[in-house]
T-cell receptor, first 113, second 111 residues
Framework: DSGVTQTPKHLITATGQRVTLRCSPRSGDLSVYWYQQSLDQGLQFLIQYYNGEERAKGNILERFSAQQFPDLHSELNLSSLELGDSALYFC????????????FGDGTRLSIL | TQLLEQSPQFLSIQEGENLTVYCNSSSVFSSLQWYRQEPGEGPVLLVTVVTGGEVKKLKRLTFQFGDARKDSSLHITAAQPGDTGLYLC???????????FGDGTTLTVKP
């Protein structure tokens, strides 16, 4: 059990639409990370939040945005969806401490038709 | 920009064989993690190494962190079909909260 719950597990939508992916880390986890993994590719870091504030940004498109709420759950918003946005989207948590590893949820599989 | 290169990209072996996969960088990392990912699931943490030269064993898996903390290797002895998956290494930096991930090694162990 990674302690990270992601919903929904699967999402099918059409080009041009907007979706919201949700991540609920274990209670007390201040950090949350979002990653995108396209078919047969590695993990691409999108964005990190710490205690409600954006901490680091990766290769996140302007059509994508995220936020972390006071209860520390996070949402990743994807808009004006394109076929190339089809991917697995992972959320990860990390305990305090620079040498602590990240623990991943099972992801949301997004399919754009 | 910190980069991690993993090799080989793909590896297909028979059950019972030994193998080593590598994770290399020109950057120094404060820690390095190895994950295994199965299709449709999230990466699962296998090990964290933090000290240069450190060796950790997890049953048939042996992980080593390079002396200079720039590279790492994962050795599997007597591979089994259950070892099949994508192996990812990730380097942590003291200057940033995020980790740098390699592109992974896809391992297939045939019965």
């Amino acid at each position: 059990d990674s302690g990270v719950t992601q919903t929904p597990k699967h999402l099918i939508t059409a080009t041009g639409q907007r979706v919201t992916l949700r991540c609920s880390p274990r209670s007390g986890d201040l950090s949350v990370y979002w990653y995108q993994q396209s078919l047969d590719q590695g993990l691409q870091f999108l964005i990190q939040y710490y205690n409600g504030e954006e901490r680091a940004k990766g290769n996140i498109l302007e059509r994508f945005s995220a936020q972390q709420f006071p209860d520390l759950h996070s949402e990743l918003n994807l808009s004006s969806l394109e076929l190339g946005d089809s991917a697995l989207y992972f959320c990860a948590r990390r305990l305090a401490g620079v040498r602590q590893p990240q623990h991943f949820g099972d992801g949301t599989r997004l399919s754009i038709l | 920009t910190q980069l991690l290169e993993q090799s080989p990209q793909f590896l297909s072996i028979q059950e019972g064989e030994n193998l080593t996969v590598y994770c290399n960088s020109s950057s120094v990392f404060s820690s390095l993690q190895w994950y295994r990912q199965e299709p449709g699931e999230g990466p699962v943490l296998l090990v964290t190494v933090v000290t240069g030269g450190e060796v950790k064993k997890l049953k048939r898996l042996t992980f080593q962190f390079g002396d200079a903390r720039k590279d790492s290797s994962l050795h599997i002895t007597a591979a089994q079909p259950g070892d099949t998956g994508l192996y990812l290494c990730a380097g942590g930096s003291t200057n940033a909260g995020k980790s740098t991930f390699g592109d992974g090694t896809t391992l297939t162990v045939k019965p």
